[in-house]
């Protein structure tokens, strides 16, 4: 079945029929496009949104990013970033594959059509020219025929009448032929008028017509076919990003996964740790004895530790230490908090706070070392081919390199000695802190315990100064005590192995030496004090620098 076959009278519908499928191609190009627009202005937004969200470098949220919660939370801004980018490929897509291709081709289709229906406008012109030169024709041979059948009608008339002359019969007698003659050229005419046109309406109505509509017809199942192609590529074109789709949403899901409550309070300790000890109690202050005794400091406060909270944040020692202050309109002299200055060896940071600060010096200061070492090797090793082949390079343009990369290995080393011993020694404080707290303790203890019985012995002289007579020095206690630790507890089983990067003097108490290269049996694990227990194959132990180890933990 074919249009030129069963609708070859039918040239009206195949007219608007052909002219709604253009519009209907023109219709959904303008959907595709607004929806583009759609996609475009919800990608724009989303990214709006992320940005708008997304903390600003140095400020507080930033700093909070070791969080998990908050670290996932960014996890899912840059998500949504990326989700924004595939709705902008989908836009991009369908602008490229669907739009200007279909309206591309809508030109074309629109221009074949003009054609065709062209085409069968001069057919039938030519059609309507050749039914009006038969018209014509015809019209001649009737009136033709009719002045004949006249003209011989007049001459059997004259003929028979007597009153006509012999002349005038002949007259009329060659008129009437004459007329009949005429006639009979007309009637030729006009049947060579009626068979041409027949030809042409024949080859009208079952060549022309046909063949010209057969063209429309297949040009309109070519646009349904386009159309259908602009349908599925509707889908297509979303479908081949949602892989990508699907992953920015499981990083969604993993960012929600990835979260760990535990670890966020295990942050949070460990970033605020001061590793100070809790003020201590107050002292009675006597006046009935005219005694003017300062109040009591907290038990870090004893033998040049390092500040508590009170120095640190100037209050005044004389009042207890609150950690809910009110806040106040009024700014009083004792309401005003002096912010410590700041030193390079981190004094002014609280013990667990400095000790952390100056081991990740000490592991920057490792790895500038280590970069500046293996330039060294690597300018060694170019002298020496430069030496073998002096054509490649003078040897002694690389002296001002080497030389260079020399003093800065050796200001590092000297760097990196400076930060061992003041983390030696917070090391040594943070341990001095913890005992010293209790043997105050035990010294108040005592002298409650003292009192209670009358005994006579006074921990405190009357001047309100600690007494040394009966009372331990706190540093060899302090000695004393961590050198117990390894006598006075059984062999543990090692836990793991470790190799020494760095040479390690071990010069302070408690700590063992280390040879480069050397392998260690791993003990006890960092604690995040920066320090590592190992034990040698003779059974000495100590503590070791754990950014100067490569260490192996069995499983």
């Known amino acids: 079945m074919d249009w030129g076959t069963d609708l070859w009278d039918q040239y009206d519908i195949i007219d608007k029929h052909t002219q709604s499928g253009l519009e209907l191609v ?20 989303l990214r709006n949104l992320t940005k708008k969200y997304n903390p600003k470098r140095g400020c507080r949220e930033e700093q909070e990013c070791r969080f998990s919660n908050h670290q996932s939370f960014l996890d899912i801004l840059n998500e949504m970033n990326d989700y924004a980018g595939q709705r902008e490929l989908i836009a991009e897509n369908m602008m490229m594959n669907i739009c200007i291709e279909l309206t591309k081709y809508l030109q074309e289709l629109k221009m074949e059509r003009k054609t065709h229906l062209s085409e069968a406008k001069k057919a039938q012109q030519s059609l309507e020219s050749t039914y009006k030169q ?35 019969v002949e007259k009329a007698k060659q008129q009437a032929n004459m007329r009949t003659h005429i006639a009979e050229e007309c009637k030729n005419d006009y049947a060579a008028q009626l068979q041409k ?29 386009k159309l259908a192609q602009g349908y599925v590529l509707f889908s297509d074109t979303e479908r081949h990003v949602m892989p990508i789709i699907g992953k920015c949403l499981e990083g969604v899901t993993k960012a929600g996964t990835n979260v760990n409550e535990r670890n966020d309070s295990i942050a949070l300790i460990e970033q605020y740790k001061s590793g100070f000890e809790r003020p201590g109690d107050l002292d ?7 005694i003017n005794r300062a109040s009591s400091d907290s038990s870090l406060g004893t033998l040049g530790t390092p500040k508590g909270p009170l120095e640190l944040l100037g209050k005044n020692r004389s009042k207890p230490f609150w950690l809910f202050s009110k806040k106040s309109k009024r700014l009083t002299p ?37 970069k500046e070492a293996d330039q060294s090797e690597a300018l060694g090793k170019m002298k020496d081919v430069y030496e073998k082949n002096p054509q490649m390079g003078d040897p002694a343009s690389l002296s001002p390199q080497i030389n260079q990369t020399a003093q800065n290995m050796e200001r590092l080393r ?30 108040l203890s005592y002298t409650s315990h003292s009192n209670n019985n ?47 990067m760095y040479n390690f003097p071990g010069a302070s108490e408690g700590t063992i030496t280390m040879q480069e290269g050397e392998v260690l049996s791993v ?30 933990i069995s499983k």
């Open 26 to 45: 023109e219709k959904y190009v303008k959907f595709v496009k607004e929806r583009t627009e759609i996609e475009q202005n919800y990608a724009k937004q």
């Open 134 to 168: 038969l018209d014509s024709s015809k019209k001649r041979f009737e009136r033709e025929w009719r002045e004949a059948d006249k003209a011989a009608q007049y001459a059997e008339k004259t003929d028979q009448d007597i009153n006509a002359t012999k002349a005038d």
């Open 197 to 225: 046109y027949n030809q042409e309406q024949s080859r009208f109505y079952f060549s022309d017509v046909p063949l010209i509509f057969n063209k429309l017809q297949d040009m309109d199942e070519r646009r349904v076919r």
């Open 284 to 290: 009675f202050e006597d006046y009935s004895q005219g």
């Open 334 to 370: 004792e309401r005003i908090i002096v912010m410590p200055t700041v030193t390079e060896d981190f004094g002014h940071l609280p013990p667990e706070q400095r000790r952390k600060r100056l081991q990740q010096k000490l592991d920057d200061i490792g790895k500038e070392l280590q």
């Open 414 to 443: 000297g760097e990196l000695n400076k930060y061992e011993s003041w983390l030696t020694e917070a090391g040594r404080r943070g341990d001095s802190m913890l005992r010293r707290g209790t043997l105050r303790e035990d010294a």
């Open 454 to 500: 009358g005994s006579t012995h006074e921990p405190y002289s009357p001047d309100g100064t600690h007494s040394e007579e009966g009372t331990l020095d706190p540093s060899q206690a302090i000695y004393a005590e961590f050198d117990d630790d390894f006598e006075e507890e059984e062999l543990v089983a090692p836990i793991g192995q470790c190799t020494a």
């Open 523 to 552: 003990v006890e694990e960092d604690k995040g004090d920066g320090w590592t227990r190992v034990r040698r194959a003779n059974g000495n132990e100590g503590y070791i620098p754990t950014s100067y180890v490569s260490i192996s």
